[in-house]
C-alpha cells in the first residue's frame, strides 16, 4: 500500500456538503440581519428629515412644500428610493384623502406625514394593507 497524502473523494464530497449545509443555515439569517440594519437606517433617517422640517416650520411658520427645500438631509432610504413627504397643514382642501391611516382608518398624523416605501417599495394609505406592512413611517 501506498501512503497517501491527498484527500480523498470521499471527503471532499464531505466538506463541500458540510460548507453547503452551513451557508443554508447563514444566509437567511445574514438577510434578515441586513433587513433589520435597513429599517434602522430608514428610521434614523426619519427622524433627522423630521427634526429638519420641524426647524425649517418654526424659522419660516409653515412646513415646506416638499423636501427639497431642506438643505442636507437624505433624499433616499436605504432601498434607493425617495422619501416620501406630504404637508398636511399647510395642504389645502382635499389633502386629508392621501394621508396614511391607522386601522380605524384615521388619520395618523395631523402636521405632515414622513414615510418610506420599504423593502418592497409598495405601499397603500391604511396601515392595515398588506403593500403597507414593510412601510416605515413617522407616526
Request: net charge positive; no cysteine; aromatic share 10%.
Amino acid at each position: 500500500m501506498r501512503n497517501s497524502q491527498a484527500f480523498s473523494l470521499i471527503e471532499l464530497m464531505f466538506a463541500v456538503a458540510v460548507v453547503g449545509v452551513l451557508a443554508l443555515i447563514a444566509i437567511p439569517g445574514y438577510r434578515g440581519y441586513i433587513d433589520r440594519a435597513n429599517t434602522k437606517k430608514a428610521m434614523a433617517d426619519l427622524l433627522t428629515i423630521e427634526g429638519a422640517v420641524t426647524k425649517y416650520q418654526t424659522a419660516n411658520f409653515q412646513y415646506p412644500p416638499s423636501l427639497d427645500a431642506l438643505p442636507s438631509i437624505p433624499r433616499t432610504d436605504p432601498w434607493g428610493r425617495a422619501y416620501v413627504y406630504l404637508n398636511i397643514a399647510d395642504g389645502g382642501h382635499g389633502i386629508m384623502g392621501q394621508v396614511r391611516k391607522d386601522k380605524n382608518l384615521n388619520p395618523v398624523n395631523t402636521d405632515f406625514d414622513l414615510y418610506s416605501l420599504g423593502k418592497d417599495g409598495a405601499t397603500a394609505k391604511p396601515f392595515t394593507a398588506k403593500q403597507s406592512h414593510d412601510d416605515v413611517v413617522r407616526a
